[in-house]
């Protein structure tokens, strides 16, 4: 029973960590500034269009 769970731990945990490692293989990253979002929030309220991202919400990590 608990080889089991065990087994089943680890086949979660190696599934979990080949994803994180593809995920960060990209190219680009979230934005800083709108927080991935691809706007930020004014002052009263409205949606403003990001001007790092231009409304992309990521950016080159080349940058």
């Known amino acids: 029973m608990i080889f089991r769970i065990l ?13 994180k490692n593809m995920l960060g293989t990209t190219d680009f990253k979230k934005c800083g500034k709108c927080d991935g979002r691809g706007y930020w929030i004014a002052m009263r309220g409205e949606r ?13 990590r080349k940058i």
């Open 48 to 60: 403003d269009k990001c001007d790092v991202c231009k409304g992309a919400g990521k950016v080159s």
């Open 7 to 19: 087994l089943i731990v680890l086949v979660i945990g190696g599934i979990y960590l080949f994803v």
